[in-house]
């Protein structure tokens, strides 16, 4: 525990102007992220007496070593930096808004040449439009099932689409009336496309044109005497208004608008919002946040907007947010709205009338989830403090573990062997800090020398981190300023930290082998980072999958490296034991302990993320092909290559010069083609398993012949098992 006096900047250091400020921990790791209108007068109250501070303002503090800040010229730039800076480092003390469930969205994706209209969660892609969220996804397949009657889209995958293509037949859906059927030309890409966007125009709120157009048709056809016709319209108005009735009418002035309500105690407040759109509700979601400081409803207003608008553009944006405390102060917010919409945006408390009745609502099912989140979480609380508490006394701690780091290794019979690690943090899963490793040193199968190598990988950038960010420094030095517009730091610690973000490539092991891929090179390190998804950030337990022998290698692994201060522990499947090093008995926690239970949460993890991973190395290996060991030959010219030449058999018979007429292939590339495929030996024929057809020329996109791939019929051996404490099924795959 730090004291903040002593990385508190002198007196004068700290500029009267707008900023951004961050506060990191002894790793470097930014905790906490702020603004301010004067930066001075707003991180003084950080450094008044502990005893007048929030209780989670002062575990900030007395946590963090050091604080730096950036000078802006306005509020607005120091909105953006701000929520800019929340996104990317993540720090654990900031209001960060976690929805209680993963919204589906009624998505068209007009980026397609066929937009579809298909069921979405997660981020939101360019190009496509989103209605919702819904509350279910069963609610959005009941509206589309009745629109499309009306505006008949297409709404299969891409597999089923070009399969339609191919035999000339459309799906059912095609055949009821509830596809156009662009696949087989039954309307061309334009008029499917018009239809898309009568479709979204509807969704829109913009339900009245639609409307009138069926009835005035039906009219016409019934005025012709064509009553079958006007039977059909008279029934896609029905569907219309039966959708429509699914979404009651709230606002009667066609409002767009979101209206954003709080609920909040001392610790935590939750958020709920309702999206409304041509007057009727369009939409509802919630979230929930525990208060890290003692904060106005103002400022959780503004960390919501910066949420739920932050990654929007356009129309995305409405034209009228209603909220029940504007924050202090609004302009710069409803600038930045402005900006975020491209048109003005009206932000403001609803006095009277329908729309503050609305917000009664609103406030009521923010209250209500408020309610329902402390039930959930007080048992859940209680609970995993009681299962930490538990194994920091079977394992003889001196606390309770609130990091723990788990290893499993798993391979097929010896080959692609690989290894997870993953992370809990106060008994939850911290998913972005998972890693996974090859295991590349030798070959074959040996689970103890695997996890020997995994550890000693792992804590090996461990200590380098920590070498390199000055931490092993006997004379502390006061922290400088970097970076453009940085008006100072102060710190005990003012080393750069290393940039740990994932993806950047495989990197040397400690034996110089190949390493893991979701490590990046020292290369790739950058000197001012404060992101959580680092190597540098120590457990206080360390769980190996396995019993006594695994156990041992990792303990010999940590000894190697000097490091005495991370505690291990192995949890064998069989019997549910628990292995400490050097113990000849294991200690056998009772099978009601909630220790246990997090141990087995912890293991089955570690498990579950080394077959994933596993899985994809097998089948990467069996879809591997000649075109594969061609340098410099991606995906995407392989994918032209056979999109040309129609197949593997066809391109190994093509020439030089009928290779390097493929757009994006030079004549040295089609020369390395010709020899891989020169030297690979022609694998035999496809055969359809249902009608024994020989499909010579069918090939799959990776130029091999499609094969059955093992594990899918009864004489193959089926998915693998990571390794650990023996079970029934050793000697075929662990």
Known sequence: ??????????????????????????????????????????LANY???????????????????????????????ALQLEYSWIKEYDPRFNVKYRDDKSYPYLAVTMNEEFPRVQVMRGHKKKGVRYFGPYGHAWA????????????????????????????????????????????VDRISAEEHRELAEEFCDFMAGRTGAHLRRLEQRMTEAAEEMEYERAARLRDD??????????????????????????????????????????GRVRGQRGWVTDKVEEITTGALVEHALQQLYG???????????????????????????????????????????????????????????????????????????????????????????????CYDVSHLQGDDVVASMVVFEDGLARKSEYRRFQIK?????????????????RFRRYLADKERTGEWSDAEEPGAGAGGGMAGTAGVDGTPGPDRTAGAGSVPGPDGTAGDPAVPSASTLTEDDGRPKRFAYPPQ???????????????????????????????????????LPDDDDPVVLPRTSEGLYLLQRVRDEAHRFAISYQRVKRAKRFRSGPLDDVPGLGETRKQALIKHFGSVKKLRAATV???????????????????????????????????????????DMDGMDDVEEPGKSGGSPGEPVSTGAPDDRRGLER
């Open 1 to 42: 525990m730090a004291d903040p006096s002593s990385y508190r900047p002198k007196p004068g250091e700290i500029p009267d102007s707008p900023g951004v400020y961050r506060f990191r921990d002894e790793h470097r790791r930014v905790i906490y992220v702020g603004k301010a209108k004067s930066l001075r007068q707003r």
């Open 441 to 457: 040193s030798f070959a074959g199968q040996d689970d103890v020398r695997s996890m020997h190598e995994v550890i000693t990988r």
């Open 541 to 579: 337990l360390v769980v190996v999958d396995g019993g006594a022998p695994q156990v041992a290698a990792a303990r010999r692994a940590l000894d190697e490296l000097g490091i005495d201060d991370i505690a291990v522990c192995g949890l064998a499947k069989r019997l549910e034991e628990v292995w």
């Open 140 to 183: 959005i397949r009941d509206t589309v099932d009745l629109l499309l009657r009306v505006f008949p889209v297409r709404t299969c995958s891409a597999g089923v689409f070009k399969n339609a293509a191919r035999t000339g037949r459309p799906c059912l859906l095609g055949y009821i009336g509830k596809c156009s059927a662009p696949c």
């Open 657 to 699: 010069e009928q290779i390097c007429d493929v757009p994006g292939i030079g004549r040295k590339t089609a020369e390395a083609i010709t020899a891989a495929l020169a030297g690979a030996v022609p694998a035999g024929p496809a055969v359809n398993t249902a009608t024994g057809e020989i499909m010579d020329d069918m090939v």
């Open 237 to 278: 108005i029905g569907a219309l208004k039966k959708a429509m009735e699914k979404s009651a009418v709230v606002l009667t002035d066609a409002t767009d608008a979101d209206l954003i309500a709080v609920a909040e105690d001392e610790l935590e407040a939750a958020v709920q919002i309702f999206h409304v759109r041509g």
């Open 311 to 405: 990654e929007e553009t356009g129309d995305a944006v409405p034209k009228e947010v209603l909220v029940p405390a504007l924050p202090d102060p609004v302009e710069p917010v409803q600038e930045w709205l402005t900006g975020r919409r491209g048109s003005g945006v009206s932000l403001r408390v609803p006095q009277r009338g329908d729309k503050r009745a609305l917000m009664e609502t609103v406030e009521r099912n923010a209250q209500q989830a408020l309610v329902l989140h402390k039930t959930k979480r007080a048992s859940d609380l209680t609970t995993r403090s009681r299962a930490l508490e538990e194994i920091a006394d079977a394992l003889g701690l001196d606390s309770a573990p609130l990091r723990i780091e």
């Open 47 to 77: 450094f008044q007496d502990l005893a007048g501070l929030h209780p989670r303002t002062r575990t900030m503090v007395t946590t963090a070593v050091s604080v730096e800040w950036t000078v802006v010229s306005t509020e607005v730039e």
